[in-house]
């Protein structure tokens, strides 16, 4: 029997506890620093700031934020809690040559409810990042939002951080989960003219000129091409996903750039961490980049049974 319960800090982030019949303290965290997915999250910071937003800003909302994100990370937790009640997940588990799993683990899903379209909260304060997105894009201008927008991000690195102690610290594994558009697209910068930017990017004329994305891209080497993760964990992911007929990326979009929350927590807690990257086309039931996305349970259930899969694995052996 799998049990949820869920906190709420309010304006910045869901803690959602997931637990199957042993109980006992989490030992998988998943961070989901962009799962204010709602478009009721960025309104509700939107409708009080100062700043000259640009025109349609929530078209740049619905292409950038990490839809399925959220859905997925709560799957995987519930398949962990209870992998027996899953037929399909014990039998990928057999055909990998795992032995069942009988007991289920609890997990914690951190879900940020702070729009990334105002405040990045996978970067970190201070740090440049040539080639990503700065915290604050550059249409934040006005004193009060930034202060707002500032205090909101630091609550929530207090909060992750914490989280982050809290299971790795007792020896368990943190999954830093996002998901991204299908295609690599080319933008100057994050400013005023941000939409217009995205809809010449996304143009049917335009789209297949950008490259393909992996499906799942593991990223797990830091700026210097070094592996922050378990050697085991990342063959039985790459298996795992391979016994689905997806083949995943090794940090092939991005690494972890030190500016970013998750190659902070990757540093500090090496083998017991790792970033995925999962397509969103593959997680939505159509991809439509300017709209509201429906997300697909049987498609965000695919994918998170082989992560399921390597993360027990991967607990088993330090149990």
């Known amino acids: 029997m799998v049990t949820s319960t869920q906190e709420s800090a309010a304006g910045v982030a869901d803690v959602i506890r997931i637990a199957g019949s042993a109980g006992g303290p989490a030992r ?14 960025l309104d509700a910071l939107t409708v009080a700031m100062q700043s000259p937003l640009p025109p349609d800003l929530v078209d740049f909302f619905h292409v950038n934020t990490d839809v399925g994100a959220p859905e997925l990370a709560v799957a995987v937790a519930s398949l962990c809690a209870a992998p027996a009640a899953d037929a399909p997940l014990a039998a990928l588990a057999d055909k990998l040559g795992h032995a069942p799993f009988r007991q289920g683990v609890t997990s914690v899903v951190l879900r ?28 934040i201008v006005a004193a009060a939002d930034i202060k707002r927008l500032h205090a909101l991000h630091a609550a929530w690195l207090k909060l992750c951080a914490s989280r982050w102690q809290d299971v790795c610290g007792a020896g368990g594994v943190a999954v830093a989960l996002h ?3 299908p295609r690599s697209v080319a933008i100057d910068h994050i400013g005023a003219d941000i939409v217009r930017q995205l809809h010449a990017a996304w143009a049917a004329d335009q789209v297949e000129r950008w490259p393909l994305r992996p499906p799942v891209d593991l990223i797990h080497r830091d700026v210097e091409g070094v592996s922050k993760i378990d050697p085991g964990l990342l063959a039985d992911l790459r298996a795992a996903l391979g016994a689905i007929s997806i083949e995943a990326g090794d940090s092939a979009t991005y690494p972890l750039h030190p500016a970013t929350t998750a190659a902070r927590h990757a540093a500090r807690w090496p083998g017991q961490a790792v970033c995925i990257e999962v397509r969103r ?6 991809w439509r980049p300017f709209e509201a996305m429906r997300v697909d349970s049987e498609r ?14 991967k607990l088993r052996v330090r149990s």
Do not use: Q, W
């Open 300 to 313: 965000v259930r695919r994918i998170a049974r082989p992560l399921a899969v390597a993360l027990l694995a």
């Open 179 to 181: 998901s991204y558009a």
């Open 112 to 139: 940020s409810r702070i729009p990334r379209t105002l405040v990045d909260c996978n970067r970190l304060p201070g740090e440049g990042a040539a080639g990503l997105t700065g915290m604050l894009p550059d249409y």
């Open 281 to 286: 086309d593959l997680l939505v039931e159509a």
């Open 28 to 41: 998988l965290l998943f961070d989901v620093p962009h799962g204010a997915t709602d478009r009721a999250d």
